[in-house]
């Protein structure tokens, strides 16, 4: 009787403060969810921001992103695995500053917008802050959102960014070209 009572308060207060953590994710942008990450990189800010562009070698560092296509210079095509389910999306760019910031949203699908800002911290080292607010459609989702799936893998793919241009020294390409914040 004893064990019953306490698994029955144990799930009682686990599903309280999955309630509570998916209310504090709640964001101003319309999206219910959102997650920041920051990580310093041993690379100019330009080499860090012309790698970023390259968005069709996401898969070399974005574990759950499968494939990208670069449509057009601000729309792009995306497959991934979001919680163990195959899903595809559009996005388009909607502001981009060389070594600034590239901000974006989805235009279809998975529902998520975000911004990549870049800090210049000396002539050899730089910063990427990548903030990133989404839509989780599905219980599934919505758990590995309150228990900090999406953080983990976005600090994960950061520091995987890192190792790839850092080991390389350099970036494999770049677009150079602004869009007007829109």
């Given amino acids: 009787m004893l064990n019953r009572f306490v698994t029955v308060a144990a799930l009682a207060a686990g599903g309280f403060l999955l309630s509570k953590q998916l209310k504090k994710n709640r ?5 219910s969810s959102s997650v ?53 999306w559009d996005s388009e760019i909607t502001e981009q500053i ?11 699908g998975v529902k998520n917008a975000g911004v990549a800002t870049f ?5 050899t080292a730089s910063r990427i802050t990548l903030q990133m607010d989404y839509e989780p459609e599905n219980i599934a989702e919505q758990v590995g959102d309150a228990i900090g799936a999406v953080r983990m893998e976005l ?27 829109h």
Avoid: C
Avoid at 37 to 48: D, Q, R, Y
Avoid at 119 to 123: L, P, W, Y
């Fill in 27 to 31: 964001n101003a942008s319309g999206l």
């Fill in 36 to 88: 920041i990450e920051s990580i310093e990189l041993n690379v100019p800010v330009s080499t860090a921001y012309n790698q970023f562009t390259q968005f069709e070698d996401f898969p070399q560092f974005m574990t759950s992103v499968k494939e990208i296509r670069q449509l057009t210079d601000t729309r792009l095509h995306w497959r991934a695995n979001v919680a163990g389910e195959e899903k595809e």
């Fill in 98 to 108: 060389p070594d600034e910031r590239i901000a974006w949203r989805s235009t279809t």
């Fill in 119 to 123: 800090h210049r911290i000396s002539d």
């Fill in 155 to 181: 600090r994960g793919n950061l520091q995987k960014f890192k190792e790839l241009v850092e080991a390389r020294g350099t970036e494999t390409g770049a677009w150079r070209g602004s869009v007007a914040q």
